[in-house]
C-alpha cells in the first residue's frame, strides 16, 4: 500500500507534473545549461542530489522547528538559506572527496542556489500536506528525488534536440531563444499528454 | 547615464525578460490572467525596490565572500512582508498566484539587479533602476497575460470575451506559454533587425 | 579566523533584524488571516446550509482526519405543524490536478446536498478552475460598452449549483454534456448525475468523489447526540 504511495508520487513528479514543461519551475538552468548534452547530464545530477537532500533537511527544520516554536512564517526565509547553506556544503565536500566528480559538477552548484524549482519542491513539499501525512519525511525525500529525474529528463531532451537544431537552417530572427522556446513549447505538448494517465 | 535613462533602460533596451532572460518561471507561470500578471508585476517590484534600496544602503558594510547570503535573507524578508499583507488582505490572490510568491526569493531579476547595480549605486539610482525593471517586466507579463488570457480562456480580467466560443486550452497551459513568449520574442527580434 | 567571526556576526545581525522585523509585520497580519478564514467560513456555511440556524463549529476523528463539521436547524412545515429539521454540514477533500480541492458540503440526514461550496482549489486557471465560476453574461466588450452585471442573476458558480438536490447514498455520475445551466437539472436528478466541467474531468472527478466518501462521515455525525435529540 506505502509503496504504491510512493509509486505514484515518484510517477505524477517525473511526468505528470513534470516541474519544467508543465509546472514551468527551473527555467532559467533550463535554457541556460541545455546546448549540450554532456553538460546537461552534469547539471542534472547535481540538481537531483541538492533537490533530494533540500527535501530532507527543509522538512525536518519546518515540522521540528518552526512548526513547534510557531514560527511557519520564517519558512521562506529559512528554506533559501539552508538550500543555500547546503550548496554551499556539497560543493565543498564533493572538492575534498572527489576531484574528478567536482571537475564535473563544480561549476553547476552555484547556479542551483537560485534554480527555483529547488526551493519550488521544498516549499511544495510543506502544501502538499505531508507535514501531517504518515511517512511524510520518505514523501517528501521521494518528491525531491522524483522532481530532480524529471528536470534532469526535461534537460536532456531539450540538449538532445538543440545539439540538432544547431546543423538546421533556421529563420536569422528565430534563432537563439525564439527557437528554444518554440522547441520548449513543442515538448510542453507532448508531456501535456502523460495528464490523461490515471494512477 | 541619467536618472531618466536609468528608468527607462529596463523598459525595452535591457528588458529584463525578453533581452535579458531573467526571472523566467513567474513569467510563464503565472501568466494565465491578466490579474494575476499584475498581482505578481506589483510583488515583485515591491520587493524589488525595497531590496535594492537595502542592499545599496548595506553595500559598504557587507564583506564581498558572504554578500550574496545577505542579498538573500535581504530579498527573503521582503518577500515574507509581501506574502503575509497578501494572505491578510487578499486571500484570493494569494491562493491564486500560490507557490509563486515565496520563489519570487530566486527571482533571478531581483538577485541580479542587487548583485549588478544596487551593490554598486547610490538609493536614489537604486530606485529608479528597480522601478524601471519592474515596469519592464510588468509590461512583457501584461503582453503574455492578454494572449493567454483571451485564446486560452475566451475572457479579459475575468470578463467573457465573446459568447459561445470555445478557447483552446492548451494556451493557458505551459505549451501555450512557451510558445506566446517565442512568438513574442521572434516579433521584438524582426524590429530591432529592422531599426538597425 | 577573525574574518571568518567578522562574517557570521554580521551575518547574524542581519538575519537577526529580518526575524525581528517579521515578527512585527506577522503580529499585525495575523489578526487579519484569522478574521479572512472565519468570514469565508461563514459565507461557504450560509450557502451550503440556506435559512438553517447554524450552532458551533465541531471536530471529530474520521479514519484518521481531522474532519470540522456543523450541525445547523431550522423550522420547516406549515398550518401549525412546525418540526424541527436537522442538516449537517462538512469539510471533505481529494486530490484534484493541483492540490487537494477542499469543499463544504450541506446535507439533510437522509444524504440529500442542500448545497456544496468550494472553499480552496488550485485548478489550472480556464479549466478546473472554472469549478467556482460564476455564469455571468456580462462580456468584456459589454463592460467598457456600459452594461452593468444583471442585479437577479444568480451569484452561485453553476458547477457548485448543480450538486443540489442529488443524493449522496447513490453514486454520483458524471456526464459530458457540456456546461450547466438550469434547464438540466430535472434530467440530471433523475440520474443522480452532475455534468462535467468541458476539458476538466479530474476537476469534477475530485469533488464527486469527495462527496461520495461523505456518507461515511454522515453516518458517524448522525449518531452524535446533539444531532440526533428530538429526530427519530
Not at chain 1, 126 to 136: R, W
Not at chain 2, 5 to 29: D, H, M, R, S, Y
Amino acid at each position: 500500500m506505502e509503496i504504491k504511495v510512493l509509486f505514484t508520487i515518484l510517477i505524477s513528479t517525473i511526468f505528470i507534473n513534470n516541474y519544467v514543461l508543465s509546472q514551468m519551475l527551473g527555467l532559467c538552468p533550463f535554457l541556460g545549461v541545455s546546448k549540450k548534452t554532456d553538460s546537461a547530464i552534469g547539471m542534472g545530477l547535481a540538481v537531483i542530489f541538492v533537490m533530494t537532500l533540500a527535501s530532507f533537511f527543509t522538512f525536518i527544520i519546518y515540522k521540528y522547528v518552526l512548526v513547534p516554536y510557531e514560527i511557519v512564517y520564517l519558512r521562506t526565509v529559512s528554506f533559501i538559506l539552508i538550500i543555500a547553506s547546503l550548496v554551499q556544503l556539497v560543493e565543498m565536500i564533493i572538492e575534498k572527496v572527489s576531484p574528478a566528480l567536482y571537475q564535473s559538477l563544480g561549476i553547476f552548484l552555484p547556479l542551483i542556489t537560485t534554480n527555483c524549482a529547488v526551493l519550488g519542491v521544498a516549499v511544495l513539499n510543506i502544501n502538499s500536506g505531508f507535514v501531517t501525512a504518515d511517512f511524510g519525511l520518505i514523501k517528501s525525500v521521494i518528491q525531491g528525488f522524483g522532481a530532480g529525474v524529471g528536470f534532469t529528463l526535461a534537460l536532456l531532451l531539450m540538449s538532445g534536440i538543440r545539439e540538432r537544431l544547431e546543423l538546421a537552417d533556421i529563420p536569422k530572427n528565430l534563432q537563439g531563444l525564439p527557437v528554444t522556446f518554440l522547441t520548449a513549447g513543442l515538448l510542453a505538448l507532448a508531456f501535456l499528454g502523460f495528464s490523461g494517465m490515471k494512477i | 547615464m541619467s536618472n531618466f535613462q536609468e528608468f527607462t533602460k529596463g523598459l525595452w533596451k535591457k528588458n529584463p525578460i525578453l533581452v535579458l532572460a531573467l526571472g523566467l518561471c513567474p513569467t510563464l507561470a503565472v501568466t494565465t490572467s491578466i490579474s494575476n500578471a499584475l498581482w505578481m508585476t506589483l510583488a515583485a517590484t515591491f520587493v524589488l525596490v525595497c531590496s535594492n534600496i537595502f542592499v545599496s544602503l548595506v553595500k559598504n558594510f557587507v564583506p564581498s565572500h558572504i554578500r550574496i547570503p545577505i542579498f538573500i535573507t535581504i530579498i527573503a524578508s521582503f518577500v515574507t512582508i509581501v506574502e503575509l499583507t497578501l494572505k491578510g488582505f487578499q486571500p484570493e490572490v494569494y491562493k491564486s498566484l500560490g507557490i509563486f510568491i515565496p520563489l519570487i526569493v530566486v527571482n533571478c531579476i531581483i538577485l541580479g539587479r542587487a548583485e549588478e547595480f544596487a551593490s554598486k549605486n547610490g538609493v536614489a539610482a537604486s530606485i529608479l533602476d528597480g522601478l524601471g525593471m519592474g515596469l519592464g517586466f510588468g509590461v512583457a507579463l501584461f503582453i503574455l497575460a492578454f494572449f493567454r488570457e483571451s485564446l486560452g480562456a475566451n475572457k479579459l480580467f475575468g470578463l467573457m470575451l465573446i459568447p459561445g466560443m470555445e478557447p483552446s486550452s492548451a494556451m493557458i497551459l505551459a505549451p501555450g506559454a512557451f510558445i506566446t513568449i517565442s512568438m513574442m520574442l521572434w516579433v521584438m527580434n524582426v524590429i530591432n533587425s529592422r531599426k538597425g | 579566523m577573525t574574518n571568518i567571526g567578522k562574517s557570521a556576526i554580521i551575518l547574524g545581525i542581519i538575519t537577526f533584524i529580518s526575524a525581528f522585523l517579521l515578527s512585527h509585520v506577522m503580529r499585525i497580519t495575523y489578526p487579519e488571516i484569522v478574521r479572512q478564514e472565519k468570514e469565508k467560513e461563514k459565507r461557504a456555511l450560509a450557502l451550503v446550509l440556506p435559512g438553517y440556524k447554524i450552532g458551533e463549529k465541531k471536530k471529530m476523528n474520521i479514519n484518521g482526519k481531522e474532519t470540522p463539521y456543523w450541525i445547523g436547524e431550522k423550522e420547516q412545515g406549515k398550518d401549525g405543524k412546525k418540526e424541527k429539521v436537522r442538516g449537517i454540514a462538512f469539510i471533505t477533500a481529494s486530490p484534484g490536478y493541483g492540490e487537494d480541492i477542499k469543499s463544504m458540503v450541506g446535507l439533510d440526514r437522509n444524504g440529500t446536498i442542500l448545497g456544496i461550496s468550494i472553499l480552496e482549489q488550485l485548478e489550472t486557471p480556464g479549466l478546473g478552475a472554472r469549478c467556482i465560476e460564476v455564469a455571468s453574461k456580462l462580456t468584456f466588450f459589454g463592460f467598457i460598452f456600459g452594461e452593468k452585471a444583471d442585479e437577479e442573476e444568480n451569484q452561485t458558480p453553476w458547477f457548485q449549483e448543480q450538486f443540489r438536490g442529488l443524493s449522496i447514498t447513490k453514486k454520483i455520475k458524471i456526464l459530458k454534456k457540456g456546461d450547466w445551466n438550469p434547464g438540466m437539472r430535472k434530467e440530471l436528478l433523475k440520474e443522480n448525475a452532475i455534468s462535467a466541467i468541458t476539458g476538466a474531468t479530474i476537476t469534477s472527478r475530485a469533488v464527486v468523489k469527495s462527496l461520495n466518501r461523505g456518507i461515511v462521515v454522515l453516518e458517524k455525525i448522525k449518531n452524535t447526540p446533539e444531532a440526533k435529540e428530538d429526530n427519530k
